[in-house]
């Protein structure tokens, strides 16, 4: 039996371009599948409320100031523009809280008075 060299040659440059093609495509098809994962994943984020702080309920409210004055229990109530309430630090003193929420500044206000004369105030924003 005699082989052509021509068609050895031909044949395996099909190969090799087929095997070429099937890689590219598979890239393709990585990176549309990468595009659409890093889309979705942007999208959904970014359609997502920001964090801000003028819009917080009270749980997130009561656990942002419970860490900020280390107090052991809160107890708050929603307001017009925020919310009011007492807390209670490890040491017993009672503080009355009075937190005002600005959403259109993204922005989180807070005074606390103690009953043993302390008063702390301060903010939380995301601009």
Do not use: H
């Not at 090799?16 to 098809?29: D, K, R, Y």
């Not at 009011?84 to 009075?98: N, R, S």
């Not at 807070?110 to 939380?124: K, V």
Request: charged share 20%; hydrophobic share 35%; proline share 3%.
């Amino acid at each position: 039996m005699c082989r052509l060299p021509t068609s050895n040659v031909l044949f395996q440059n099909i190969f090799e371009i087929t095997l070429f093609n099937q890689a590219i495509a598979m890239s393709l098809i990585q990176k549309t599948v990468a595009a659409l994962i890093l889309t979705a994943c942007l999208s959904s984020v970014g359609c997502q409320p920001a964090n801000n702080p003028g819009t917080w309920d009270e749980a997130k409210a009561s656990e942002y100031i419970k860490e900020q004055l280390s107090l052991e229990s809160v107890e708050l109530t929603k307001t017009s523009d925020g919310f009011t309430g007492t807390g209670t630090d490890a040491d017993g003193e009672t503080f009355e809280l009075v937190l005002t929420q600005q959403p259109d500044q993204n922005r989180l206000e807070y005074d606390a008075t103690g009953s043993r004369g302390t008063m702390e105030n301060g903010f939380y924003s995301t601009n």
